[in-house]
């Protein structure tokens, strides 16, 4: 079955950097989007962006263009995302998700989310 | 970006009531629209895409239509399980949005 598997919740400074990986089973990982959404606590979600596994291509929302990355190996079926320059108000759970292949920008799988919290 | 509202914000309904939520778009998205289910500490769960369509396993009960910019998802028979935060997001225009959510809870 399907399975996008998330790592461990992080406690971050503010100024650091977190990377938060998922690894995908039961599909072929190359053939699907990986998209990058989050949700602080008690409230709604919000997109940041998605990635291509094959070519390694991304799409960013502006709003974290310059300070997101995403990035993959595909040896290991996992992609990671990595954020910079935390501040308090990254505090959120961070999901990746499958694309769906029949509606670009709809997510049919999820991993079980990481919570970062970002605290000095 | 396209702004998405919901209402309302949160409904108390009982087992076996019929329940409606509308999602309305800040402009036309034709039918890219999907509707997720999530439970606390849970991850989202896709429900319907493309306004009306329902994702594979998904109860029949649950139901979406509209295009443009107003849209509804219906729970024809609310379910114990179906008591959770439903969100609605777009995805005609990048980046994709959501909705704030319309929790259901029991009445």
């Known amino acids: 079955q399907v399975q996008l598997v998330q790592s461990g919740a992080e406690v971050k400074k503010p100024g650091a950097s977190v990377k938060v990986s998922c690894q995908a089973s039961g599909y072929f990982f190359t053939n699907y989007d990986i998209h990058w959404v989050r949700q602080a606590t008690g409230q709604g979600l919000e997109w940041m962006g998605w990635m291509n596994p094959t070519s390694g291509n991304t799409g960013y929302a502006q709003k974290f263009q310059g300070r997101v990355s995403f990035t993959r190996d595909t040896s290991i079926r996992t992609a990671y995302m990595e954020l910079s320059s935390l501040r308090s108000d990254d505090t959120a759970v961070y999901y990746c998700?499958?694309?769906?292949?029949?509606?670009?920008?709809?997510?049919?799988?999820w991993g079980q989310g990481t919570l970062v919290t970002v605290s000095s | 970006d396209i702004q998405m509202t919901q209402s309302p914000s949160s409904v108390s309904a009982s087992v076996g009531d019929r329940v409606t939520i509308t999602c309305r778009a800040s402009?036309?998205?034709?039918?890219?629209l999907a509707w997720y289910q999530q439970k606390p500490g849970k991850a989202p769960k896709l429900l319907i895409y493309?306004?009306?369509s329902l994702q594979s396993g998904v109860p029949s009960r649950f139901s979406g239509s509209g295009s443009g910019t107003d849209f509804t998802l219906t729970i024809s028979s609310l379910q114990p399980e179906d008591f959770a935060t439903y969100y609605c997001?777009?995805?005609?225009?990048?980046?994709?949005?959501f909705g704030q959510g319309t929790k259901v809870d029991i009445k």
């Open positions: 997001q777009q995805t005609n225009n990048f980046p994709p949005t």
């Open positions: 998700a499958r694309g769906f292949t029949l509606v670009r920008g709809v997510n049919d799988y």
């Open positions: 493309t306004a009306s």
């Open positions: 402009q036309g998205i034709s039918s890219w």
